[in-house]
Structures are given as C-alpha cells and as structure tokens.
C-alpha cells in the first residue's frame, strides 16, 4: 500500500540554525503538499508541489518536489521560535483522481532561543 | 467568518457504548475528510465524501461510521467495534473532491476532538 516517511521523526535546534525534513513516498506521486501542525493545533496548509523538480519559496522555507516526484524536501533558513511544530508532507499517488492525501509520520521541530 | 467546527473538543466513551463527533463546515466546500492521529504519527484517513449523500471508506474505517446528508455537516460515529479509540481527531474539507490537472484543492482543518476511554 501507499506509504510516505518523513525524516527525521524529531529534531532540536537553536534560534537561527537551519532546518530540513525529508520526505519519501514508496510510489509516484501526482504532487505533494506540506503542512504545519503548532503544539495543540490543527494542520495548515502551506504550500503544493506539481511539477517535477520544483522549488517553491516562502521567505525562509524552500520546499522542493524530487525529479521522480516520490520524494521532497522542506528547509528552514535561521529557524525562528516561531517556526516551533510539526511539518507533514502529504501525497496523493499518481492516477487518482480523488483529492485524497496520503500524510507522511511528521517532522516535529523544536527551536531552542 | 469561514471555516470548519468540530465538537465537543473533549469526550469521553464508556465501554461498549457509540459516540458521535461533529463536523460542521461553511466555506460551500464539496469534499469532506475525518482524520485519526495517535501521539507522535501522522494523520490516517477513516472516511471522506466527495459529495453529498456520498462517501468512501479511509484507510481505517472499521469501527467508524459517517453519513452525508448536507453538504455542510459529516458527523463521524466512533462505535464499540473500535476497540482502541482514544485518538486526536480531525475533520477536513477541501473546495473539491477531485484532482484537476494533477493537483489537489488543499484541506482546512477543524480544530480537532479528543477521544478518550472511561
């Protein structure tokens, strides 16, 4: 069945280091979007991936979709407290035409001021 | 103000008895989701509906049931076949059911209920 990893499962670190969580998908994916989940919140979304090999940028976060679109990257530059929570990539495998999105386990992301 | 209402945001179940969550959703979206997520994983799908009077089995569905009867609510039932239902869950939304063009409508979230065994 479809999977999608994330690694790393957790990572700590300090105000202003940067930050990258990568996720991989065991199938083709038709695109892939990113979310972030603060402490006791819900998951938002932030951005979709369509093409093969795209980067998108959001003021400090790089996002990029892999060439064979089965894995992608997300990068914070300078990681503010404010950057504090969980990230989740989600897929939807290729050929589906349902809207339904496959989550990868999660990235959560400690920032240490 | 758009958005999406779960309640209660707290409930608790007795053995052997069904519960119902709400979810409630006035951005006139088509598609709606129920999502499971247990402590440090990501979210599973149990059910979604693509459309009114409507919907598919997740991932995970046993022990879960739905109806769609408006397009604005997706009531999820945890029933006493779900042997371990103490879990965050959510409830989603996204403007359509289908792709388009090899991209997906991304999903709102409600702020989530938490379902814990007495």
């Known amino acids: 069945g479809q999977q999608v990893m994330q690694i790393p499962q957790y990572q700590h670190v300090q105000e202003g280091e940067d930050f990258t969580t990568y996720c991989n998908s065991s199938t083709t994916l038709s695109n892939i979007q990113w979310y972030k989940q603060r402490p006791g919140g819900h998951p938002v979304f932030l951005i979709q991936l369509v093409k093969s090999g795209e980067v998108k940028k959001q003021k400090r976060l790089t996002f990029q979709f892999g060439e064979a679109k089965k894995n992608s990257s997300l990068h914070i530059t300078a990681t503010q407290t404010t950057d504090v929570g969980t990230y989740f990539c989600a897929g939807t495998p290729r050929d589906t035409g349902a809207n339904n999105l496959f989550f990868g386990t999660g990235t959560r992301l400690t920032v240490i001021p | ?118």
């Not at chain 2, 209402?5 to 969550?21: A, H, M």
């Not at chain 2, 604005?72 to 945890?78: K, R, W």
């Not at chain 2, 063009?101 to 702020?111: A, L, Y």
């Open chain 2, 1 to 118: 103000d758009g958005g999406i209402t779960q309640s209660p945001k707290y409930l608790f179940r007795k053995e052997g008895q069904n519960v119902t969550l709400s979810c409630e959703q006035n951005l006139n979206h088509d598609a709606m989701y129920w999502y499971r997520q247990d402590p440090g994983q990501g979210l599973r799908l149990i059910y979604y509906s693509q459309i009114v009077n409507d919907f598919q089995k997740g991932d995970i569905a046993e022990g879960y049931s739905v109806s769609r009867e408006k397009k604005e609510s997706f009531p999820l039932t945890v029933t006493s076949a779900q042997k371990n239902p103490t879990a965050f869950y959510l409830c989603a939304s996204s403007r359509s059911g289908t792709a388009t063009g090899g991209s997906n409508q991304p999903q709102h979230f409600g702020d989530g209920t938490r379902l814990s065994i007495l």
